[in-house]
């Protein structure tokens, strides 16, 4: 399976500090993506990384890939309350499978 | 419009009953997908539509049946159902084959309850 997993589960910060998340997948990818999720909502797509990138960047959004180690990681900076949700990476093949989550909570 | 749009956003539904899902883009995309969501656990995918066909049925039991009437809608029957299928289901499309792959546009979802 390609499913990714995120690391940590779940996390709380304070407002304005960085957040960071990592995924880890099992086998070789097209590319990986970062998707948020608002609670019992539709996902959002956040960013997208081709395995041949290394990083890339999207507003206060930086994302990592490290294809030697099967890793990625998103950062948020400066965070902000309406980051409060569930974040996910899923990697593609033929379909997209999506990583277990890293819910993360903003504390004023 | 960069919308996908689902109907109806909250359903209660019974064990005996039939009813469906819709999910609607204009987009122009050609995949269109269902997924399913249980609390806390990431979506799972159930079925892709590729071009109007169904390309992949990821062993959805038959109590679940898509439909794909024309490129802009994608169904959802269901009949029958557990109340273990209660779940936010979630459709989604892409530009597959076409243009630049920017990712899946989802809708809001379904929230399916089965009493």
């Known amino acids: 399976s390609q499913q990714g997993e995120e690391d940590p589960q779940a996390l709380s910060i304070q407002e304005g500090e960085n957040a960071t998340m990592n995924c880890s997948y099992k086998t070789s990818i097209n590319n990986l993506q970062w998707y948020r999720q608002n609670s019992g909502r539709g996902l959002v797509h956040l960013i997208l990384i081709r395995s041949n990138e290394r990083e890339k960047h999207s507003g206060r959004l930086r994302v990592t890939l490290d294809t030697s180690k099967k890793s990625s990681s998103l950062l948020i900076t400066a965070s902000r309350a309406a980051d409060t949700a569930s974040y996910f990476c899923?990697?593609?093949?033929?379909?997209?499978?999506f990583g277990k989550g890293t819910r993360l909570h903003i504390l004023p | 419009d960069t919308e996908v749009t689902q109907t109806p956003k909250h359903l209660v539904m019974g064990m005996t009953n039939k009813k469906s899902l819709k999910c609607e883009q204009h987009m122009g995309h050609r995949a269109m997908y269902w997924y399913k969501q249980k609390a806390k656990k990431p979506p799972e995918l159930m079925f892709v539509?590729?071009?109007?066909?169904?390309?992949i049925n990821e062993s959805v039991p038959s109590r679940f049946s898509p439909e794909c009437p024309n490129s802009s809608l994608l169904n959802l029957h269901l009949h029958a159902l557990q109340p273990e299928d209660s779940a936010l289901y979630l459709c989604?499309?892409?530009?597959?084959?076409?243009?630049?792959?920017?990712?899946?546009?989802f809708g809001s979802g379904t929230r399916l309850t089965v009493v």
């Open positions: 989604a499309s892409s530009s597959k084959g076409l243009g630049p792959w920017n990712g899946y546009t």
């Open positions: 899923a990697t593609q093949d033929d379909k997209i499978i």
């Open positions: 539509y590729s071009y109007e066909k169904l390309s």
